[in-house]
């Protein structure tokens, strides 16, 4: 396919999407407005009508939503490919994906058994009642969990992406002995640490960057001022490209949460807050299976987080309105994942009684409420916690927990960190390996997480400052190597995977961009 007809079905996927969207609607009814203005004029309809919508702001919402459009989902460059090629084009890993999908979905409705609670129902009155007079706070009158369990935890699904071969590769092809070293034994590319230089020239040693307290050729003082008022400048022109890579050198604490939520282009409009109010009511008419795992989920992690646990109500909040969101299924186009499905009581096996369950798709595991709660000391609306939340996850949380072959997808992030650490730091590697204590297993919870509930918030909003600015989770296996080469001469005198476990307990203290920026601009090639 050429270049001109590969824009020209980019440019037609774009339309298409966008012409049954609120913002269409909103820009058709403004430019019928502006007909009755008198500086409309017949012989110059075309143009005017557009200087209208440029100087009114429309224009630069439309620009908006097509950025957005394409940072979500590229459209095919071959029609032709079937919808399952566009999610993964990997077979292996479809299947892998596949059963893991099966496994989850047998381990919820054995719970469902042997509890006796149904997939979902219908609350009484009485219930809905009570439950809408303490919505606010739910943290104090919770379910009795003692016999709910995490359908999976992180290090369950960790052992299938070790299990993980692709049939057609032959291993005795490699180069390389350190190749087998690591756990993760599927051939993807991955960058190694030139190419990530290059990626991300703007985290050089020499540039300015919020977050680090000396700056080489900047007074930190006079670097900060002077991007603090680029960013108030980004802000008024509403333009996500501009915040998007604004963002990569760090957003100042005041800005962040403006510029986060131009980035995604979430905008909380009176229909996004409608939207999550017929949520909430959803909530309170019915009762679903996972509910429970989402109060017990909340309950193991983010309370007993210290900068976490006051933000209990919040998470409950918009973790049950996102189980019932239909409007995040449209992620699974492009998920390598497929909505799990269950069957109408009384109809099992009939496959038009099937209908998608949770609605959302998404089964929530252990540690899935951490994805929520960083964002809580950014935005104390919960409509727009929600919405910035929600784009977050079908942007990149979901590639945490999918097996896919996406640069940004929890298998790549694995092969990458074990990579850098093989390459640069091979006797470290070698060492615990040798202990038993494979680097893999330890630096595997911080990044299904994205590092949440393991740093310091001010360093972990740092560190998804540039997650959003590059577009891509790639940083988060960087930084996993950057903490073993941090402690990597504590790391070589352990013996055993509990002591190595020891030396990386606490990484609270750490300072993220120091950390990445010496691993990536100061290791020597």
Excluded at 143 to 170: C, G, I, Q, T, W
Excluded at 244 to 272: E, K
Excluded at 317 to 322: G, I, K
Excluded at 372 to 401: D, G, Q, T, W
Aim: contains cysteine; negative net charge.
């Amino acid at each position: 396919m050429d270049e001109g007809s590969e824009l020209s079905l980019t440019i037609a996927h774009i339309v298409q999407r966008l012409k049954g969207s609120h913002l269409h609607s909103q820009i058709e009814r403004r430019a019928q407005e502006c007909l009755h203005q008198p500086d409309i004029k017949l012989d110059s309809l075309k143009e005017d009508v557009r200087s209208f919508l440029k100087t009114s702001g429309w224009e630069r919402q439309l620009q908006n939503a097509v950025y957005r459009e394409l940072q979500v989902q590229l459209p095919p460059s071959h029609p032709p490919a079937p919808p399952e090629h566009i999610k993964e084009p990997l077979a292996y890993m479809r299947a892998a994906q596949a059963g893991w999908e099966k496994r989850v979905l047998k381990s919820l409705n054995s719970m469902s058994t042997e509890l006796g609670v149904p997939l979902a129902r219908m609350r009484p009155a009485a219930e809905q009642k009570e439950l809408a007079n303490k919505w606010n706070e739910m943290g104090t009158d919770e379910p009795d969990l003692a016999s709910v369990r995490p359908v999976y935890a992180p290090k369950d699904f960790l052992e299938l992406l070790v299990s993980l071969r692709n049939p057609n590769h032959d291993g005795s092809e490699d180069v390389s002995v350190r190749s087998h070293w690591g756990l993760i034994q599927v051939p993807l590319n991955v960058r190694d640490i030139p190419q990530l230089r290059r990626a991300y020239s703007e985290l050089n040693l020499t540039s300015g960057q919020l977050g680090i307290d000396d700056h080489a050729h900047i007074h930190p003082d006079l670097f900060e001022n002077e991007y603090v008022q680029i960013g108030k400048k980004v802000v008024m022109e509403q333009d996500s490209a501009a915040a998007q890579q604004y963002s990569r050198q760090g957003c100042s604490t005041g800005l962040r949460a403006d510029l986060w939520a131009l980035i995604l282009n979430s905008n909380n409009q009176p229909q996004d807050v409608m939207h999550y109010e017929q949520l909430t009511a959803g909530v309170i008419q019915h009762d679903l299976l996972v509910d429970n795992l989402i109060y017990k989920d909340v309950k193991l992690t983010a309370s007993n987080d210290d900068y976490y646990f006051v933000f209990e109500d919040f998470l409950y909040q918009v973790l049950l309105c996102f189980s019932r969101d239909t409007a995040v299924l449209e992620h699974f186009k492009y998920n390598s994942a497929t909505p799990p499905r269950s069957f109408i009581q009384g109809k099992g096996g009939e496959e038009e009684c099937a209908v998608v369950y949770p609605p959302n798709g998404v089964i929530p595991f252990h540690g899935f409420s951490m994805y929520v709660a960083p964002l809580c000391f950014l935005y104390n609306e919960p409509s727009k916690l929600y919405s910035v939340f929600r784009e977050m996850y079908i942007r990149y949380f979901f590639r945490l927990h999918s097996i896919s072959s996406s640069p940004s997808g929890i298998v790549s992030l694995c092969l990458q960190f074990e990579r850098l650490l093989q390459t640069h730091l091979p006797q470290l590697f070698y060492h615990l390996r040798q202990i038993g204590a494979q680097p893999l297993r330890i630096a595997f919870k911080w990044m299904v997480r994205a590092f949440s509930g393991y740093l310091s918030t001010d360093q972990l909003l740092l560190l998804w400052d540039r997650v959003l600015g590059y577009d891509s989770l790639e940083v988060v296996a960087v930084l996993a190597a950057a903490v073993f080469a941090f402690r990597a001469e504590n790391l070589m005198e352990v013996t055993s995977l509990g002591s190595a476990e020891a030396v990386l307990a606490d990484l609270s203290t750490l300072k993220v961009m120091p950390l990445i920026q010496i691993f990536l601009f100061a290791t020597a090639i």
